[in-house]
């Protein structure tokens, strides 16, 4: 598994709220910004918005266009991250997505905050795939069991310093940044 073979989606929905309702929950421009950056950062195939309300789907495309277009030409950085985004309705999408673009279907890999049955480190999860892989991040209250039954792994929980604590919410931004470093990051001292 390489970030060249490694592609991360924001899903939406199916999500859960804070009663575990399932839910589709509302774009952000941050979120968008801010993985968008990431994923660059450590050279991602793409990153795609999965959304099943075609108005969020038309504002994260307005939004993306903007930094591809006039925007780009302010700032080149922003746009260099922003050229990977895809927007999508749902994961079959996401996958289908990855699949047209990399040659074959990828493996989907969920991330939680919760703690599953066989979820797996991240240096492992590179050492054990080979071929596309779909990084799938839950915004809300992270991926219903539908969505995670989807995928093939599950990626550890992040715990700070410690282990695990009875507070484990960070922004999806930030759990994604997270990820890719503990993915692909330099691990020299």
């Known amino acids: 598994?390489?970030?060249?073979?490694?592609?991360?989606?924001?899903?939406?929905?199916?999500?859960?709220?804070?009663?575990?309702?399932?839910v589709a929950t509302a774009l952000t421009?941050?979120?968008?910004?801010?993985?968008?950056?990431a994923t660059r950062t450590y050279d991602l195939a793409g990153f795609l918005i999965v959304h099943p309300v075609a108005a969020q789907r038309e504002l994260a495309s307005r939004i993306a266009g903007h930094w591809l277009a006039e925007g780009g030409e302010m700032n080149d950085f922003r746009r260099m991250a922003i050229e990977r985004v895809a927007v999508v309705a749902n994961i079959a999408e996401a996958a289908a997505h990855v699949a047209g673009r990399a040659g074959k279907p990828p493996t989907l890999v969920a991330t939680s905050a919760q703690a599953g049955d066989g979820a797996v480190g991240y240096?492992?999860?590179?050492?054990?795939?080979?071929?596309p892989v779909l990084l799938l991040l839950g915004t809300g209250w992270g991926l219903t069991e539908d969505a995670l039954a989807l995928c093939q792994h599950r990626l550890r929980p992040i715990t700070g310093r410690g282990g695990p604590s009875d507070y484990n919410h960070l922004s999806v931004r930030s759990a994604c940044a997270i990820i890719l470093d503990r993915l692909y990051g330099d691990r020299e001292d």
Do not use: F
């Open 29 to 37: 421009n941050l979120d968008l910004h801010d993985i968008a950056r």
């Open 1 to 22: 598994m390489t970030p060249a073979e490694t592609w991360v989606a924001l899903v939406h929905h199916p999500v859960y709220d804070k009663n575990h309702k399932v």
């Open 123 to 131: 240096q492992a999860l590179v050492r054990s795939l080979t071929g």
